[in-house]
């Protein structure tokens, strides 16, 4: 357990040298038909958005349009927590990741891959009674918001059966978003459960739309979680959604930079997962950020990796959000918010990333 304190100082130490830097700083839609799954190498297969249903907001969402829209209710595992830690299960291939970049990129394919040396972090997430350990703070420096790599995670704002919505993502290409599934489908098995009327805010703040307002006209999920999402399996919970329109002649990865990615990693991690809580006790005002090491695999799953669960208390809103490996320097998305257990509260479970997420989500994203 020793080396368990020593990686918690660690975090906490990187907490406050970030926060120090900051600082400074200073219609309903008519059912139709899904569109055909596309199949991919590893087997499973993604479904897109049906051409013909308005996805895109056809305008911008007002400010009490913004605040009205209640947090998508976190969804809930089902049966036993597990407490399960399989460290082993989930990668299909070499761990592999590809870079972000910085507002003013000018090309969303270049590198696309390059295996990587994947060192699991020093912790012992046997040893974690509940809740696991984690830190949690807002972000409060109003100019950190428009900051890369801060200024790539906003607020998803859509509707689903004539219900405004609101869920977290970000930006992972020069025209696309990674978010979870249930944000851009219901996960019902039906056409109708496309989210629509959708728009991303980048850095939002109390209100504020610093860096615009962007329509997103097309949705991805994989085909499991578009057909057995609401059965409680959480193992596909991943959603994007492609942003091919411009602001001021930029697209929104030039406008905002974007994150990198990494997939089949060790699931023995630590990220910062970040997001807009919404449900009480937060407001979905600011940003949240819990930094957390893996804890146990999440027990909510069918047939795909199982989820990893950390510590975090973050609310209904939150969902989408990135869990991001090297904050700060390489950035990479390795998982999103997800779900959670509702006897374990303050802990939070992300779907792990393997080949298969690569060929349905990420390279998808980064060829829109």
């Excluded at 146990?296 to 510590?311: F, L, Q």
């Amino acid at each position: 357990m020793q080396f368990k304190h020593v990686k918690l100082l660690s975090s906490v130490l990187l907490i406050v040298m970030l926060a120090v830097a900051l600082s400074l700083g200073a219609k309903p839609a008519a059912a139709s038909a899904p569109a055909a799954a596309v199949a991919q190498s590893g087997g499973e297969t993604g479904i897109d958005s049906p051409e013909n249903l308005a996805v895109a907001a056809p305008r911008p969402w007002t400010a009490a349009e913004m605040k009205a829209a209640k947090p998508y209710p976190m969804p809930a595992g089902s049966g036993s927590a597990g407490l399960v830690s399989d460290v082993t299960a989930g990668p299909t291939g070499a761990a592999s990741s590809a870079k972000g970049a910085r507002p003013g990129a000018t090309s969303g394919v270049t590198s696309m891959e390059a295996s990587v040396d994947d060192v699991a972090a020093a912790i012992n997430p046997a040893g974690y009674s509940y809740p696991a350990p984690f830190t949690r703070f807002h972000i409060g420096n109003i100019a950190a918001y428009t900051t890369y790599p801060l200024s790539t995670v906003g607020k998803l704002f859509f509707k689903q059966y004539g219900v405004s919505y609101v869920c977290s993502a970000s930006v992972v290409a020069l025209r696309a978003i990674v978010t979870a599934g249930h944000c851009v489908h219901k996960g019902n098995n039906l056409g109708t459960g496309w989210s629509t009327n959708v728009v991303f805010v980048p850095a939002y703040r109390n209100g504020v739309a610093p860096l615009g307002q962007w329509a997103v006209p097309s949705l991805r999920t994989y085909t499991d979680w578009f057909a057995n999402g609401t059965k409680g399996d959480f193992d596909h919970d991943w959603g994007a959604g492609a942003i091919t329109g411009t602001i001021g002649g930029l697209y929104i990865g030039q406008k905002v930079g974007y994150l990198g990615y990494a997939y089949n990693y060790s699931a023995v991690q630590d990220w910062w997962l970040l997001g807009y809580p919404q449900a009480a006790p937060f407001t979905g005002g600011t940003m949240q950020v819990c930094n957390a090491s893996y804890a146990y695999n999440s027990g909510a799953y069918s047939g795909g990796p199982a989820p990893m669960s950390v510590g975090c208390d973050q609310t209904g809103g939150t969902s989408g959000g990135p869990w991001i490996l090297g904050f700060g320097s390489t950035n990479y998305v390795n998982s999103v918010n997800s779900h959670r257990y509702t006897v374990r509260p303050k802990e939070l479970s992300g779907p792990y990333a393997n080949t298969d997420t690569y060929n349905i989500i990420f390279y998808w994203a980064r060829t829109r």
